[in-house]
């Protein structure tokens, strides 16, 4: 009997455990990604054949895949089939099927525990992963509002992001100055802009290819097809009424003959520049005989000059790997019956298209390039102003250049390089091609240079009579600071006011000092008082001269003496100046006043008869500048056109000016502005102007007058010599590339992921859009661009069943559970739903019967007990 109280005991102790099992399962009915447990009996040891009752042999989680709930949180996962997040405290780690996540403060993915989710986290971003055109910038910042090209791309155990963005290029794209850059591949605004789309395009589609490919090709390098155009321009002579000719890929482009040979294959060349994805300059370049070979640096621009240059035109596509078909080009004489002459093609280098990611990071080139554009400074003839005397042309020049391989801004050369004319002992320049050769010299016989010649970093450029020093194609993405130091001639600004007046004029001095009231004309003059000195009676004459003319207009007796201003000029005398007429005036307006002594009036200029045109009275009509008579200057002339008529007759000027003035000699008169003259001289120590307002330089009876006579610029003979900055800037678009790579390598060990893009030094902004593919990749996305942050890592057990649940959705490993294992991308592990939540797999309507169930085996285990007791009860009771 006593076997059957305890065997009933056991029941009622399995029933209770069951009982609270269940409960559990019904209370865990609304938690994400639970897995409700069961509980397993087994019967108990035996004796004689008779058990001792029941025990709880095992309570399992079943590991049944849940229900999914859209949720429309992206920071929400959920498992499909058998895996397990990983998580961790910083201490230990766990693995949960609940995948209610969010971006924490630390900017980490976390669980509602404030656990980080482990996965393989983005790597720390080096300066390998960039490629900027701006050494300061390493991240993307709103400037960069142009998305050149954006993929995600898996390899067999990394996944990398390629994100190129540039800032608006669109708006910084300016097109080259035609008369600095002709023939030298002169684009408009709209060609550039035009060529960076198409390199866009062919960028893009590398990366879809590169993307979708399994296996990743070998990379190999895409090249440019280069053509030389042969014109054979020194058997056909081409003028007036021919053109030149050429077919690309089936479209015909020509130039008519303009000015000259050379003219024309520079317009040409222009042309062929703004076709979409083309490069073109003309060069007097040809075959290298020596060697049998064609070097492309033999093709470079030629700065021929002349009316029967031998030069043709050099052709390449901007995008790797393109090819393109010159099936035909040469000139057409129209006085010969257009008779076709054909010219001959020189293959430099033919396309080559790559594979992989080196072709990728062949157009990629090609598109930093044409975004940004190598730096060209700029030195016209305006700044260089070379003298004739060669020994006087003493420049240096040097330059502040961040170097790539050093990471390091260095001068080069260490000192500043003496640019001289190699031939002679006169020390000096002669032209810009010494210049220009100067700084291209090399040290080494094999022409290839060396680190800290200027050549190595690089090349200078006579366009068009101006130098250009760009940087090369192996650095057009670094920017430097030149310093051309030289003679810097003394410039002297001269401003202008007033129009041209060639009416009549007369003149009439005042001396003394009065003893009664001055008046003009009979009138009274405002201000004066007796002892007004001559001067100063003049002085208040012009200040009252608008009272005092217009009264003497009034007056019926000078009808035919009309004045149209009264001028104080440079001796301090007075002068009258008189409307047009058709005779000389018979009455002077007269000054009285007691004490005062008046000369006799004197015609200082003539006019002109509006009637006949001729030239009545003494004087001459010419308006001189510097003691030379301008030509073609009509009364009434502006400043601006005074002046244009001034510097078209700068020659004779400058002679007689240089005649009568050998230590203040001019080398040029240059119109500045409407009203502003400069006056450069060819002396280089000029402290003061040279040319005053004075009588005999600029006349002020002619009615213009100087306003102002000002030194602009000092003479010196080791001056920094300042680029032209109208024509400098860059040969691209002028905006600035830049490009990152991430990776997310899935051998390394795991980690927090990381979500805020400014902690991870891709942006200057944190946040951006969060979703998570089914291989558990998490991407942020921002601006439209996508960036792999991190992969979730999904963890499998070979007995889930061994996992031991230690509250808040946790489990941990056990000895039966074994350790987490991982695939490379979670291959074969569960897939991960993004958005969504795994529903509890209690089901309630189960658990319900099961409580029914439980209450019934409870009811029942305790029934064999009450039985158990009450036979207990009577054999006690039979005993007494």
């Known amino acids: 009997m006593v076997g059957a109280l305890w065997t009933g005991i056991s029941g009622l102790a399995g029933s209770q455990t069951a009982l609270d099992n269940e409960s559990n399962n019904i209370a865990n009915v609304n938690t994400i990604g639970y897995k409700a447990s069961r509980i397993s009996f087994a019967d108990q040891m035996y004796q004689d054949k008779i058990g001792k009752g029941v025990t709880s042999f095992d309570i399992e989680k079943m590991y049944t895949q849940g229900n999914l709930k859209n949720t429309g949180v992206s920071y929400d996962m959920a498992l499909s089939s058998d895996g397990f997040f990983t998580v961790s405290n910083g201490s230990e780690t766990f693995y949960t099927r609940a995948g209610n996540f969010r971006m924490g403060e630390s900017g980490n993915l976390e669980d509602v525990g404030q656990n980080n989710v482990q996965g393989w986290a983005m790597s720390p971003i080096t300066d390998d992963d960039r490629i900027s055109t701006d050494i300061n910038a390493t991240y993307f910042t709103n400037e960069f509002s142009k998305t050149l090209g954006n993929k995600i791309i898996r390899d067999s155990s990394t996944i990398e992001t390629i994100v190129a963005k540039a800032t608006d290029f669109t708006t910084t794209a300016a097109s080259d100055v035609e008369t600095v850059f002709r023939g030298f591949g002169a684009k408009t605004a709209s060609a550039k802009k035009a060529d960076i789309d198409a390199l866009i395009t062919e960028y893009n589609s590398l990366l879809t290819t590169h993307a979708k490919a399994d296996p990743k090709p070998t990379a190999a390098s895409s090249s440019v097809q280069k053509n030389y155009l042969n014109f054979n321009l020194d058997t056909v002579k081409i003028e007036e009424g021919d053109e030149i000719y050429l077919y690309i890929d089936g479209d ?8 000259d040979e050379a003219t ?15 490069d073109a300059h003309y060069t007097n370049g040809m075959e290298d005989n020596a060697s049998g070979t064609i070097g492309e640096s033999a093709y470079e621009f030629d700065n021929v000059s002349g009316n029967d240059p031998k030069g043709g035109l050099y052709i390449e596509s901007l995008i790797p790997g393109l090819q393109f078909r010159i099936t035909e080009f040469g000139s057409v004489d129209t006085s010969n019956d257009n008779q076709t002459t054909k010219g001959e093609v020189k293959t430099i280098q033919a396309a080559v298209q790559g594979t992989g990611m080196g072709a990728i ?13 190598k730096q060209q400074d700029v030195y016209s003839t305006d700044e260089l102003m070379l003298s004739s005397t060669q020994v006087d042309n003493q420049f240096t020049y040097q330059i502040n250049i961040y170097d790539k391989d050093t990471k390091s801004v260095e001068n080069v050369p260490s000192v500043p390089l003496v640019l001289s004319n190699p031939v002679g002992a006169a020390g000096g320049v002669a032209s810009v091609d010494d210049i220009v050769n100067a700084i291209n010299t090399v040290a080494n016989a094999d ?17 068009n009579g101006n130098l250009v020093v760009q940087t090369l194609d192996k650095n057009f993405d670094v920017e430097f600071t030149g310093e051309l130091k030289g003679p810097i001639p003394e410039q002297q600004l001269i401003k202008l006011t007033g129009n041209v007046d060639l009416a009549e004029h007369q003149t009439v001095g005042i001396t003394g000092t009065t003893t009664a009231l001055a008046t003009f004309a009979g009138n009274a003059i405002s201000g004066a008082v007796i002892g007004d000195t001559g001067e100063e009676t003049i002085d208040k004459i012009i200040a009252d001269k608008d009272a005092l003319i217009s009264a003497w207009n009034a007056d019926p007796a000078n009808v035919n003496d009309q004045l149209s201003n009264i001028l104080k000029n440079d001796a301090g005398e007075l002068e009258y100046v008189y409307e047009y007429q058709a005779a000389a005036p018979t009455i002077t307006p007269a000054v009285a006043g007691a004490g005062l002594t008046i000369s006799a009036t004197t015609v200082t200029q003539a006019h002109t008869d509006q009637s006949t045109g001729s030239t009545v ?24 056109a005074t002046i244009e008529k001034i510097v078209a007759d700068k020659d004779d000027i400058i002679t007689a000016w240089n005649l009568a003035n050998p230590t203040a000699e001019i080398d040029d008169i240059l119109k500045v502005s409407s009203d502003e003259l400069k006056i450069v001289y060819k002396n280089t120590q000029g402290d003061t102007p040279s040319i005053a307002a004075a009588s005999g330089y600029l006349d002020s009876s002619y009615g213009m007058q100087f306003d102002d006579a000002d030194e602009l610029v000092k003479g010196s003979f080791n001056g920094l010599i300042t680029r032209n900055n109208d024509y400098s800037g860059r040969e691209g678009a002028g905006a600035e590339f830049l490009k990152i790579t991430t990776t997310i390598n899935q051998t390394a060990s795991q980690d927090s992921i990381q979500l805020r893009l400014d902690s991870l030094g891709l942006t200057d902004s944190a946040f951006g859009d969060f979703s998570v593919d089914s291989t558990g990749l998490v991407t942020m996305q921002q601006d439209g661009v996508d960036f792999a942050v991190g992969q979730v890592s999904i963890a499998k057990f070979t007995d889930n069943r061994g996992l031991e649940a230690i509250g808040g959705n946790l489990l941990k490993a056990t000895t039966r559970s074994g350790t987490a294992l991982y695939n490379i991308d979670n291959d074969k592990t569960a897939e991960v739903n993004g958005g969504q939540l795994e529903l509890s797999t209690a089901d309630l309507s189960e658990s319900l019967v099961n409580l029914m169930v439980f209450q019934r085996a409870f009811e029942a285990n305790a029934k064999s007990i009450t039985t158990a007791d009450s036979i207990l009860t009577t054999l006690i009771q039979l005993k007494r």
Do not use: C, M, P
Request: proline share 0%; charged share 25%.
């Open 617 to 640: 009275g003494a004087g001459t009509t010419a308006f001189r500048f510097l003691d030379v008579e301008v030509t073609g200057i009509n009364h009434g002339d502006s400043t601006s």
């Open 264 to 278: 024309t294959l520079k317009k040409f060349a222009d042309q062929i520049a703004n076709l979409k994805g083309f």
């Open 252 to 259: 015909r482009y020509a130039e008519k003959f303009d000015t």
């Open 361 to 373: 990071e062949s157009v990629e080139e090609a598109l930093a390039k044409a975004v940004s554009g």
């Open 447 to 463: 022409g290839t240079a060396s680190k800290g010649e200027l050549a190595y970093y690089v090349k200078a450029f006579n366009v």
